[in-house]
């Protein structure tokens, strides 16, 4: 796969650069100002053509995706950087029961800690007043637990959801939870 991608991007950077003229030598200085310098255009059929088909892109897609599931429990810790003393926060934060979800999470909306209860879910009578009166408490927030084998159950004082498959918080996501941190 990783041959095709660098066939890929070869075929890309040839059919690049016969449409786009190069410079051996050094601009001269202020050649911007010189009225006389004719610009560059373009037209569309001077554009780089690609020969692949939609199934060849779908299959290395596929392809990449194989990859990162395999790879999936070693990508969400960042490695420690300088300074961190071996402090990691996940790249990607996840949810759910696999190694790869984020066990430390923050609300960045209400500034309190998620709390995360594995093989539980959320009753749906649960409201905004039930986890703003009792989240981080875990005996009050369990009167409104139910069993369920396959899910995960998170919440802040401000939002809560039940994840039963694993589920990326993004920025688009209605929850704002951060990784808090790994050490």
């Given at each position: 796969?990783e041959?095709?991608?660098?066939?890929?991007?070869?075929?890309?950077d040839?059919?690049?650069?016969?449409?786009?003229?190069?410079?051996?030598?050094?601009?001269?200085?202020?050649?911007?100002?010189?009225?006389?310098?004719p610009?560059?255009?373009?037209s569309?059929?001077?554009?780089?053509?690609?020969?692949?088909t939609?199934?060849?892109?779908?299959?290395?897609?596929?392809?990449?995706d194989?990859?990162?599931?395999?790879?999936?429990?070693?990508?969400?810790?960042?490695?420690?950087?300088?300074?961190?003393?071996?402090?990691?926060?996940?790249?990607v934060?996840?949810?759910?029961?696999?190694?790869?979800?984020?066990?430390?999470?923050?609300?960045?909306?209400?500034?309190?800690?998620?709390?995360?209860?594995?093989?539980r879910?959320?009753?749906?009578?649960?409201d905004?007043?039930?986890?703003?009166?009792?989240?981080?408490?875990?005996?009050?927030?369990?009167?409104k637990?139910r069993?369920?084998?396959?899910?995960?159950?998170?919440?802040?004082?401000?939002?809560?959801?039940?994840?039963?498959?694993?589920?990326?918080?993004t920025?688009?996501?209605?929850?704002?939870?951060?990784c808090?941190?790994?050490?």
């Open positions: 796969m041959d095709d991608i660098h066939a890929m991007l070869a075929s890309i040839e059919a690049l650069g016969a449409a786009i003229p190069t410079r051996t030598s050094p601009p001269p200085a202020a050649s911007w100002a010189k009225p006389d310098r610009a560059v255009t373009r569309p059929n001077q554009l780089p053509v690609c020969h692949m939609d199934d060849d892109l779908d299959q290395m897609l596929l392809d990449i194989a990859d990162l599931d395999t790879a999936a429990p070693d990508a969400p810790l960042s490695t420690p950087g300088k300074g961190n003393s071996g402090f990691r926060k996940c790249t934060v996840m949810l759910g029961q696999t190694p790869a979800a984020c066990s430390n999470l923050r609300c960045t909306m209400c500034d309190h800690v998620v709390v995360r209860i594995v093989k879910e959320w009753d749906p009578s649960c905004y007043f039930f986890f703003r009166n009792n989240v981080p408490d875990l005996t009050k927030l369990g009167r637990l069993d369920a084998p396959r899910s995960t159950a998170y919440a802040c004082q401000c939002s809560w959801t039940t994840a039963t498959n694993t589920v990326a918080i920025s688009s996501s209605p929850h704002k939870w951060v808090a941190g790994h050490s």
